[in-house]
Nanobody
Framework: QVQLVESGGGLVQAGGSLRLSCAASGSIFSINAMGWYRQAPGEQRELVATINNGGITNYADSVKGRFTISRDNAKNTAYLQMNSLKPKDTAGYYC????????????????WGQGTQVTVSS
């Protein structure tokens, strides 16, 4: 099985920074893309940023210029550097690994982490 574990969340003042990490473990052969999503109470989960195995990135308009996604393919780990944080960035942040190929199993699969809470105070 594949597991994703997020870390790095916490409480920060507006204007501050946090760095989230997402480590994927298990019998992983390859991961096509990794991404970060967030969900605030009463809201739908929304895309924050994605990065594919070629390093191509995609960002939500609301975080462009403030957040940076990166990835270490050798470690199956993705990072989200969040700068100039705003109270509206407060949410649970979830890591996604898309189209994962697993040893001894046909097909590709999608996996989610359990999430890490980010709270930005004003």
């Amino acid at each position: 099985q594949v597991q994703l574990v997020e870390s790095g969340g916490g409480l920060v003042q507006a204007g501050g920074s946090l760095r989230l990490s997402c480590a994927a473990s298990g019998s992983i052969f390859s991961i096509n893309a990794m991404g970060w999503y967030r969900q605030a109470p009463g809201e739908q989960r929304e895309l924050v940023a994605t990065i594919n195995n070629g390093g191509i990135t995609n960002y939500a308009d609301s975080v462009k210029g403030r957040f940076t996604i990166s990835r270490d393919n050798a470690k199956n780990t993705a990072y989200l550097q969040m700068n100039s944080l705003k109270p509206k960035d407060t949410a649970g942040y979830y890591c996604d690994a898309d189209r994962v190929a697993v040893y001894n199993r046909l097909g590709r699969y999608n996996y989610w982490g359990q999430g890490t809470q980010v709270t930005v105070s004003s």
